[in-house]
């Protein structure tokens, strides 16, 4: 009896599965996607996501540690060369301004007196430089005449030895305070360089200041949008901190990023089609950053003479590169079923009813996928996603 039982539920479910597999589902035929096979040049690509960002964009930093104190412009305002934005407080900076310029003060006045002394110095070796010289040439002659008297036996050899000693004496002391005098001049000449280098690292500091200083007035040096800007009055800043991004929003170019496994294609001058919704445009890459971030690399498009002014700043937007050209090839209209080269099971329309088939896809751009094999050219198949539907040989199309 048990048995009995379960032969006949098994002959349940099994009549149940054929009678679904063969039961024909309907569909609404303004619930399909139909698409032709046909022939023709087929573009492929790898899609990935980009940001719409300007070709151009100026990002100030403040120069200074300080505070805003006030600020002239907001966020959207469009602004001439050279206009101001923010004021930056230059209170301290002032400060040590004046700080720098006392200093050189007193290095100046360091140097005025050591030049008045380096002259009263040299007046002073040469009056003593006259002295010496008067006393050689006295005790030269001295010897001169010690020999004379000599010669007529007037006095001894002695005396004469001593006036020659005391002659050569005074002569050697002369050579030495030469001696003494041109080196002290190299040290004061030295002195005095060094005293200039100083004042010339002041000047370069006060000129630095300077500079910082009339930057407190932050400017822009392009015309353009204020994409960004810090405009909190009275917070403070840090040197090198970002205050504004100004943004010329009439040139638009499109950053990206594609899996490092993509690596191989992407090169500048590859062609790419950028797209959201129905807004489409054409581009090529431009620069390729040589370097892998998370697994990606990361890449910019430049659009072609129409740009990318169809899109909004910020705006993310499908990238499509183009790999490759492929000539005279079937294809049919991409979907939402298609995740790639590969097998599928794709509805094949005759009449009021679709079929399906083992079909094998290749490479795909936005538009038209691959057909490598299972298709021909003039057949009508489905693009939607018909997984639910694997299981039964017919639909039918409510017309």
Not at 92 to 111: G, P, S
Not at 125 to 148: H, P, Q
Not at 263 to 279: C, E, M
């Amino acid at each position: 009896m048990i048995i009995m039982v379960a032969l006949a539920i098994t002959g349940v479910v099994t009549l149940s599965f054929f009678f679904f597999k063969w039961l024909t589902p309907s569909v609404d035929v303004d619930d399909l996607m139909f698409s032709d096979v046909t022939t023709g040049d087929l573009e492929t690509t790898i899609v990935t996501n980009g940001t719409i960002v300007p070709v151009y964009e100026e990002v100030i930093t403040s120069p200074i540690s300080s505070r805003l104190r006030t600020v002239f412009h907001n966020s959207g305002d469009k602004i001439e060369v050279d206009e101001s934005i923010i004021q930056l407080d230059t209170e301290y900076e002032e400060n040590e301004l004046q700080r720098l310029k006392d200093e050189k003060e007193l290095k100046l006045t360091k140097l005025n007196r050591f030049k008045i002394e380096t002259e009263e110095s040299e007046l002073a070796y040469t009056t003593e430089l006259k002295i010496k010289s008067l006393e050689s040439a006295g005790l030269k002659a001295d010897y001169i005449n010690e020999k004379n008297i000599a010669r007529i036996g007037g006095t001894s050899q002695e005396s004469v030895e001593k006036a020659r000693t005391n002659y050569e004496v005074s002569e050697l002391k002369l050579e030495q305070f030469r001696h003494q005098r041109e080196s002290r001049r190299r040290i004061e000449s030295s002195q005095i360089h060094e005293y200039d280098l100083d004042i010339k690292l002041s000047d370069a500091s006060i000129q630095a200041k300077e500079q910082e200083i009339s930057k407190a007035t932050i400017k822009a040096a392009n015309r353009g949008t204020i994409t960004w800007m810090e405009n909190r009055i009275g917070s403070s800043v840090t040197k090198g901190q970002q205050l504004v991004r100004v943004s010329d929003l009439g040139d638009f170019k499109v950053e990206a990023s594609v899996a490092d496994a993509n690596g191989s294609v992407l090169r500048p001058g590859v062609k790419a089609i950028v797209k959201y919704d129905q807004l489409k445009a054409n581009g090529v890459v431009d620069k390729v950053i040589p370097s892998v971030d998370n697994a990606s690399i990361k890449f910019s498009i430049m659009g072609d003479s129409l740009g990318f002014t169809c899109f909004r700043l910020n705006q993310k937007v499908e990238v499509h590169l183009i790999t490759a050209t492929k000539k005279d090839v079937l294809m049919i209209k991409n979907g939402r079923f298609y995740n790639g080269p590969g097998i599928y099971t794709l509805f094949i329309v005759r009449g009021a009813t679709a079929h399906p088939r083992q079909v094998e896809l290749g490479g795909s751009n936005f538009e038209s996928i691959e057909v490598i094999s299972g298709l021909k050219q003039g057949e009508v198949v489905l693009v939607n996603d018909m997984k639910s539907f694997t299981n039964y040989k017919t639909i039918k199309i409510n017309r």
